[in-house]
C-alpha cells in the first residue's frame, strides 16, 4: 500500500504580558492519532520555560492529552509539537452503508446509541454543533426519502460549499454556529460543526475532527484543519470535508476526535498573573518522501 510520510511542526507562542509570578495550565492535543492509516514514527512536545509537571493521558474519545503545569516569573511560553507521520495514500473511513437508504441507517443508529452512551453522545449535540430543527430544517433537502446515506452526503457537502465561504479571520475559536450561520463566512472549524450539526439533526452520529491537510513540498500547509466523521452502524467512519468540498479524506493527518472542538482544541489553558494573553501560531506540514 502506497504512503508517505509528513513532518509535522506546530508551534505555539503565549505572549503574556506578566511582570510577576505566573500560574500556568495548559491541555495540548498535539500528538497525531496512531489509526490503521496513520503511523506516529515521532512526536516530541517541547516547552519553554520547562513545566514544573507534565503527564499525558487518554481522554474519552482516545486521543492522547498532554496536561502541563508551568510556574514562574516569566513574560512567554512557547510550545513545540514536532511530528513524523507516515500517512497511507488510501482513504481513511469504511464504505459501507453508504449505498442504503439513509433513514435506515439513522434508524439503525439509533438503536446502536440507545445500547452504548459513547455513541448517544455523538447523536445528541452540543452547543457547539447541536442537535436542532433549525439544522434539521437546512439538511432537508439534502437528506430526500428513499435517497441512499452517501448521496445525502454528497449533497450536503456541496451544499455547504455552496452556501458558505472560506474566510480566515472572519470568526475565532468561540465563535457559535448561530454567528456563522448569519455571517455565512468561516474557517475550517466552522464549516465542520455545521456538518456535524447537520448529521446528528438528521439521526446519525457525527464526531468532529481535528488536525491538518498535508500539503507538498513546494506548498507546505501553514494551518490547522477540521472535518467531520459519520459512523456507519456496518463499522467504522466515513469521512467528510465541507471545506474543501470533498467525501472522504485522504492527505488529512488526524490529531484527535471529539464531540465537537472543545474536546479536541489543539492547545487551551489559562494563565493566572497574566495580563492579556496573546497566542501567535505557526505551523508547516510537508512531506519527507514516499515509499
Known amino acids: 500500500m502506497a504512503a508517505r510520510r509528513y513532518r509535522v511542526v506546530h508551534r505555539s507562542r503565549y505572549e503574556l504580558g506578566a511582570e510577576g509570578a505566573v500560574a500556568c495550565r495548559l491541555e495540548a492535543h498535539l500528538t497525531p492519532r496512531a489509526l490503521p492509516h496513520q503511523a506516529v514514527e515521532f512526536h516530541q ?3 519553554r520555560p520547562l513545566p514544573r509537571s507534565r503527564r499525558v493521558e487518554e481522554d474519552a474519545f482516545g486521543n492522547l492529552c498532554t496536561r502541563i503545569e508551568i510556574c514562574g516569573s516569566f513574560g512567554a511560553i512557547d ?14 473511513g469504511g464504505a459501507g452503508d453508504l449505498g442504503d437508504d439513509w433513514r435506515a441507517v439513522a434508524a439503525r443508529t439509533a438503536a446502536a446509541a440507545a445500547e452504548d452512551p459513547a455513541l448517544r453522545a455523538l447523536v445528541e449535540g452540543t452547543a457547539r454543533a ?4 433549525a439544522m434539521a430544517d437546512y439538511a432537508r433537502g439534502c437528506f430526500r426519502e428513499g435517497l441512499p446515506l452517501g448521496g445525502a ?20 475559536a468561540d465563535t457559535g454556529i448561530a454567528v456563522f450561520c448569519e455571517l455565512r463566512r468561516g474557517v ?26 498535508a500539503g507538498s513540498a513546494s506548498a507546505p500547509a501553514r494551518a490547522s484543519h477540521a472535518w467531520a466523521s459519520v459512523w456507519l452502524p456496518s463499522g467504522g467512519w466515513h469521512d467528510l470535508d465541507p471545506t474543501l468540498g470533498r467525501l472522504g479524506a ?3 493527518i488526524v490529531l ?13 489553558g489559562t494563565a493566572e498573573g497574566a495580563r492579556g494573553v496573546e497566542l501567535r501560531t505557526e505551523i508547516a506540514v510537508a512531506p519527507q518522501g514516499s515509499e
Open 45 to 47: 512536545l517541547v516547552m
Open 79 to 92: 510550545v513545540t509539537a514536532l511530528s513524523v507521520v507516515r500517512l497511507c495514500e488510501e482513504a481513511a
Open 130 to 133: 447541536p442537535r436542532s430543527g
Open 153 to 172: 452526503l454528497e449533497g450536503l457537502v456541496d451544499q455547504i460549499r455552496r452556501d458558505f465561504t472560506f474566510t480566515p479571520g472572519v470568526t475565532a
Open 188 to 213: 475550517c472549524q466552522d464549516f465542520a460543526h455545521l456538518a456535524v450539526a447537520c448529521l446528528r439533526s438528521m439521526g446519525l452520529a457525527a464526531r468532529y475532527a481535528s488536525g491538518y491537510v
Open 250 to 252: 485522504p492527505g488529512h
Open 256 to 268: 484527535g476526535y471529539g464531540r465537537d472542538y472543545d474536546d479536541v482544541a489543539p492547545l487551551r
